[in-house]
């Protein structure tokens, strides 16, 4: 099994800076992608940002150009930079890892998730 264990949320201003981290343990052989989402009181959970092994990135929208994913494989840990945070950037902030196992003709597919760390953006 996996071990996600985030750290890094906290309360910060509007305009501000927090490094999220993700660290994995475990049984990490496989992982091949990391990501993020976010669940703010009364929303859906929606993607923040995710990057595979091959270093593809994709951001959401209201998120590109002030937040920044990345992962050191060699740590089994991804990182979130968020810049410039706003109000409504506020939310639990949940880390995923994608991986792969098994023979490659029966490929088995899973997700594990974080237990989540909240960011609050005060105006």
């Known amino acids: 099994q996996v071990q996600l264990v985030e750290s890094g949320g906290g309360l910060v201003q509007r305009g501000g800076s927090l490094r999220l981290s993700c660290a994995a343990s475990?049984?990490?052989?496989?992982?091949?992608?990391m990501g993020w989402y976010r669940q703010a009181p009364g929303n859906e959970r929606e993607l923040v940002a995710e990057i595979t092994s091959d270093s593809s990135i994709n951001y959401a929208d209201s998120v590109k150009g002030r937040f920044t994913v990345y992962w050191d494989i060699s740590k089994n840990t991804e990182y979130l930079q968020m810049n410039s945070l706003l109000p409504e950037d506020t939310a639990v902030y949940y880390c995923?890892?994608?991986?792969?196992?098994?023979?490659?003709?029966?490929?088995?597919?899973?997700?594990?998730w974080g237990q989540g760390t909240q960011v609050t953006v005060s105006s």
């Open positions: 995923y890892a994608d991986q792969s196992r098994g023979p490659v003709e029966r490929v088995v597919r899973s997700r594990h």
């Open positions: 475990g049984r990490t052989r496989g992982i091949d992608a």
